[in-house]
């Protein structure tokens, strides 16, 4: 790589560190809540090496005696995949389309959010920073995938649970951190917020499915008429 790629690609992986924090604390509880439903090591490996989304994942451990009634629920949240994936093209379509292919399991809401964060405003070798940002979280999740899976419940302690049920109030944080001043994206975050409770009474096992896509889809149109205001 030439020397600006690799700059470009050592500030995707000083900015993948934030969220890599969080992604420890995730992917540990993902390994062992599949040694805890008794999952085969590969299974469990699988899940992060070739899904790579903690609720759909969280889903699959969860439910995987479901069988094919699991699949349009996967291909719904998938969805949201093919929507950051469209959302990001535009950033590095002059990059080989093999390259594109080989690395699209990297596109997580964290690594999409800091590629579209600094493509705002920094457009310079984007493919390698999103290399960058994507290939630490994604290896991190896999190694800790491992580990929780090997150490199974025993590495269960009241610190480790604790340190749990702060992850993702830190992860979403950090994320809506970094999408500051954008004031429609900020406010999705904080409608997530504080909407949970009511999406889990009314949507209950399906929280993780409908809210993005209903807080989602209203921010856009909300977005949308206020743009189309201002034009009038």
Same mark, same amino acid.
């Given at each position: 790589?030439?020397?600006?790629?690799?700059?470009?690609?050592?500030?995707?992986?000083?900015?993948?560190?934030?969220?890599?924090?969080?992604?420890?604390?995730?992917?540990?509880?993902?390994?062992?809540?599949?040694?805890?439903?008794?999952?085969?090591?590969?299974?469990?490996?699988?899940?992060?090496?070739?899904?790579?989304?903690?609720?759909?994942?969280?889903?699959?451990?969860?439910?995987?005696?479901?069988?094919?009634?699991?699949?349009?629920?996967?291909?719904?949240?998938?969805?949201?995949?093919?929507?950051?994936?469209?959302?990001?093209?535009?950033?590095?379509?002059?990059?080989?389309?093999?390259?594109?292919?080989?690395?699209?399991?990297?596109?997580?809401?964290?690594?999409?959010?800091?590629?579209?964060?600094?493509?705002?405003?920094?457009?310079?070798?984007?493919?390698?920073?999103?290399?960058?940002?994507?290939?630490?979280?994604?290896?991190?999740?896999?190694?800790?995938?491992?580990?929780?899976?090997?150490?199974?419940?025993?590495?269960?302690?009241? &610190?480790?649970?604790?340190?749990?049920?702060?992850?993702? %109030? !830190?992860? *979403?944080? =950090?994320? #809506?951190?970094?999408?500051?001043? +954008?004031?429609?994206?900020?406010?999705?975050?904080?409608?997530?917020?504080?909407?949970?409770?009511?999406?889990?009474? &009314?949507?209950?096992?399906?929280?993780?499915?409908?809210? %993005? !896509?209903? *807080?989602? =889809?209203? #921010?856009?149109?909300?977005?949308? +008429?206020?743009?189309?205001?201002?034009?009038?």
């Amino acid at each position: 790589m030439k020397t600006q790629e690799i700059r470009a690609f050592k500030e995707g992986l000083r900015d993948s560190i934030a969220p890599g924090i969080p992604f420890v604390l995730l992917y540990l509880s993902l390994g062992m809540l599949g040694a805890e439903r008794a999952l085969p090591l590969a299974g469990t490996l699988a899940t992060t090496a070739f899904v790579f989304s903690t609720p759909l994942q969280l889903l699959l451990v969860q439910s995987y005696s479901s069988g094919w009634i699991l699949a349009p629920i996967i291909m719904m949240m998938n969805a949201r995949f093919a929507l950051m994936a469209a959302a990001l093209s535009p950033h590095i379509k002059d990059t080989k389309t093999g390259k594109i292919i080989a690395s699209t399991i990297l596109i997580a809401p964290s690594v999409f959010t800091g590629c579209i964060t600094r493509f705002k405003h920094d457009t310079r070798h984007r493919f390698h920073y999103f290399l960058g940002i994507g290939i630490p979280l994604y290896a991190v999740s896999i190694l800790c995938t491992w580990i929780g899976a090997v150490a199974g419940i025993g590495l269960v302690s009241p &610190v480790m649970l604790s340190m749990m049920t702060m992850v993702f %109030p !830190l992860q *979403i944080t =950090a994320l #809506m951190a970094r999408h500051w001043p +954008h004031y429609f994206d900020v406010g999705s975050y904080w409608l997530g917020f504080l909407l949970a409770p009511v999406f889990m009474h &009314v949507f209950e096992k399906y929280n993780l499915l409908l809210a %993005p !896509l209903l *807080i989602g =889809a209203a #921010m856009v149109l909300l977005e949308n +008429h206020m743009k189309k205001g201002r034009k009038e």
